[in-house]
């Protein structure tokens, strides 16, 4: 599965939760700082989501 999208999150505190992974983590992978968070690859979508 590298490289597949498996899901989207609305925010960080959405997938910390949901999958116990420090939004931190997340942020850096984002932002380029580190390769994987929680065995994952990470990245912001571009899409924006109605509320």
């Known amino acids: 599965m590298e490289g597949k ?5 609305s925010s960080t505190a959405d997938d910390c ?3 116990g ?4 983590g ?3 992978v984002c932002k380029g700082k580190r390769n994987k968070a929680g065995g994952f690859r990470w ?9």
């Open 5 to 9: 999208l498996i899901t989207t999150f």
């Open 17 to 19: 939760k949901e999958l």
């Open 21 to 24: 992974i420090c939004s931190s």
């Open 26 to 28: 997340i942020i850096k």
């Open 43 to 51: 990245k912001y979508s571009n899409v924006q989501i109605e509320k």
